[in-house]
Structure formats: C-alpha cells, structure tokens
C-alpha cells in the first residue's frame, strides 16, 4: 500500500510561499528642515522682499565744525516661491480584488508620497551650496567662503575644517550651534587620519580607532568648534575652477554654518505644506491619491556659509 510522500503528494505543495508582510527599503534621517529659517508672514503671492539695514559710517570731527550726515546704506532681499511639486498614485478595482496584498499597498500611499516630497525638499536645501557664486571664492571680508578640499587629490583635511572656522569668523558670525554637513566620505576620510585615530598622537581621539568617528548620523567627537553630520544628499559639482584649482570630478558640496536661530544661512517658505487629496474615479474604475506642496528656498546669510569642495570615494 503506498504511502502519502512528497512525491505522491507533488500537486499538494506549494511552489512558492509568499510572506504576510511587504518588506519596506531603509529610510536614511533627513535633517535640513532645521537649518532653514521658515517664514510665516506670507499670507499671499509668490514673491517676498525683506529689507536690510548697512552700519553707520563714522568720521573723525573738528571742534566747531559742522557735523558730516552720512545715508545709512540699505539693500533688499527677494525670495520667491519655485517649487510646486506632486505625488500621486492609484489603485484599480480589479487590483483590489484579485491582488493579496492590494490593502497593504493602498495604506502605504500616503506615506510613501510625503516620504519622497521630503527627500526632493532635503535635496533642494543640501543644494543651496550652490547658491554661492560658482568658480568663485567668495570672499567676505576678505576670507574665502567657498573652496577645495586641502587634502590629497581634494580630499578633506583636518584644517579645512579650521579655514571654516576662520572664515566664519572674519564674517562675523557668532560661535554658537557650528555645524558641519559633511558626506559619509568626508567621515571615512576622517577615520583614516592616523594623526586623529592614533592615541599616541591624539589623545582627544582616544578609542575612535575602535568606534569610528560617527554614530548614526553624527560624529562622536567635535572638530573645531563644529558638531558634524553626514548626509546623502549633499548637492555634487560636475566641474569647477577656484582660484586657479580644479576641484575633483564630480565634486561634494560639504557645508559649514552656524545653525543659531538668529543667523541661519538659509530661509523658506511654505504657500502650501503636504496636502493630501484622495477620490474615486468612476471613468477609470480606481481611486486615486495625490500629495502636492508649494515652496521656495534661498541662501539668505552668505556670510554663514561655506562650502569645501571634496573628493568623492570611487
């Protein structure tokens, strides 16, 4: 009499088993929202001016003369709103009835769009490095804003580091919340730097030969003044000339600012946060979703910017 074995019971098992959950892609952490001066005195139009007041001038005086009235100079700053942007998706009823995981999918609509209206927005703030003049210095006050690595082949160094400070500084920026915005290759350039990782040299670095410099998104250690952060969506520079140097192929925009509340570098403004608009369209036998917003960035203190232009890993 034969017996119930896998090959009698062939037909009877399955080929494939699928799983009950959708597996979700990692998510890395996105920063650059607090960086950024929102504005809420906006309530209309797509363009925003904000007046700006120069120092007074002082003249030497002779007794009984008569006083020298200089005009206080003033400027004008213009922001405009630029970006209107949309994600949408839609299931089909056929779709919800025959696809098992058809529920699933529709739940994650809405977070899955807000997700990549935050990316795009992270992406457009990392870009504002390039706000500053290309193939240009930018001096202020005499000091270079925007330069090239120091290092091998426009690699980081440890003194670009302080060439940020220095130049933030000479602009009169106070030394609160330093912040550096650096690559993740910026931060494996810092883990080789025998004179940081070697405890004989460095006792301050003592166990990051161990540890690594970084934990998550964040150094451990502070260089300079400046508490360090790395980022995926640094905007890069295909080609670029400072001061008779050639930057790298393909080079990183890392940033260096003071985050402080009254001075941070750069400003924005909502005409319209994430919003979120479903219906059922009976023509195409679905229902939709869509998540639109409206916004503007802009550099707004050049003076607290400074980009180092760096090499990135192959």
């Known amino acids: 009499?034969?017996?119930?074995?896998?090959?009698?019971?062939?037909?009877?098992?399955?080929?494939?088993?699928?799983?009950?959950?959708?597996?979700?892609?990692?998510?890395?952490?996105?920063?650059?929202?607090?960086y950024v001066n929102w504005l809420n005195d906006f309530p209309d139009g797509d363009t925003f001016k904000i007046p700006s007041l120069g120092d007074a001038t002082v003249n030497d005086y002779t007794e009984d003369a008569a006083v020298t009235y200089d005009p206080i100079d003033d400027a004008q700053f213009t922001f405009t709103i630029t970006e209107y942007l949309q994600a949408g998706n839609y299931i089909t009823n056929k779709a919800m009835q025959d696809v098992y995981y058809s529920n699933q999918i529709m739940s994650q609509f809405v977070p899955l769009q807000e997700r990549a209206l935050m990316e795009r927005l992270e992406t457009d703030i990392m870009k504002l490095g390039q706000d500053q003049t290309s193939a240009n210095p930018n001096n202020i006050n005499g000091v270079a804003h925007r330069m090239i690595g120091s290092g091998t082949g426009g690699k980081i160094a440890v003194e670009d580091f302080a060439k940020a400070l220095r130049a933030l500084k000479t602009g009169k920026v106070p030394q609160k919340n330093l912040v550096a915005i650096v690559d993740p290759s910026v931060e494996f350039e810092m883990n080789t730097i025998s004179n940081l990782t070697s405890v004989s040299n460095n006792p301050r670095w003592e166990g990051i030969v161990n540890t690594g410099i970084a934990s998550g998104m964040s150094f451990i250690a502070n260089i300079y003044g400046f508490d360090v952060y790395t980022s995926n969506y640094l905007a890069t520079k295909s080609s670029e000339t400072i001061s008779g140097s050639a930057a790298p192929a393909n080079a990183i925009n890392n940033m260096f600012f003071s985050a402080d509340q009254a001075v941070q570098p750069f400003v924005g403004a909502w005409r319209q946060m994430p919003n979120v608009d479903t219906e059922y369209n009976?023509?195409?036998?679905?229902?939709?979703?869509?998540?639109?917003?409206r916004y503007g960035l802009k550099l707004y203190r050049p003076e607290n910017l400074v980009s180092v232009l760096t090499k990135p890993m192959a």
């Open 1 to 34: 009499m034969a017996g119930n074995t896998v090959s009698t019971l062939a037909l009877a098992k399955r080929a494939e088993v699928w799983g009950a959950e959708l597996k979700e892609i990692l998510r890395d952490e996105l920063q650059g929202m607090k």
């Open 282 to 293: 009976k023509d195409h036998q679905r229902t939709e979703f869509v998540t639109t917003a």
